[in-house]
């Protein structure tokens, strides 16, 4: 029965943070994107995130982030910085080639810093790349 089951394995989607410019407050924001590299659109995308060190946690939030189009991003949320010292934890689920496809994306404590900054796949910036 089990041997029946096909797990897909998630490819080319990938989460990243970045340090951009908020123009509304005048200040230097980590937002954390997820990047469509595939040359199809992932649809119905979800994606639940969690902080957490030790004894403390954050709450689960969800986003529903819906379809995201072929070789592109979307932002799915701030991090402030207190979260940097902790394991920020992103759940990824998404509809693609009429399968379902799920991972976690793991930022592990003190990792989001300006340090481990690469090219992103998709997007034109610089920032903190899960594979």
Do not use: C
Not at 57 to 79: N, P
Not at 82 to 111: C, G, H, P, S
């Amino acid at each position: 029965m089990r041997k029946d089951i096909e797990i897909p394995v998630v490819e080319n989607v990938y989460v990243a943070v970045v340090k951009e410019w908020n123009e509304e407050f005048l200040a230097q924001d980590w937002n954390a994107y997820i990047i469509n590299d595939r040359n199809t659109p992932i649809e119905m995308v979800l994606v639940v995130t969690k902080g957490y060190d030790g004894d403390q946690k954050t709450s689960l939030l969800r986003h529903g982030i819906g379809t995201i189009a072929a070789k592109s991003s979307a932002k799915i949320e701030m991090l402030q910085e207190e979260l940097l010292q902790m394991n920020n934890e992103f759940a990824v689920t998404f509809f693609a080639d009429n399968k379902l496809f799920e991972r976690k994306y793991i930022f592990r404590k003190n990792t989001i810093n300006e340090k481990a900054f690469q090219d992103l796949p998709v997007m034109d910036q610089r920032g903190i790349l899960v594979k």
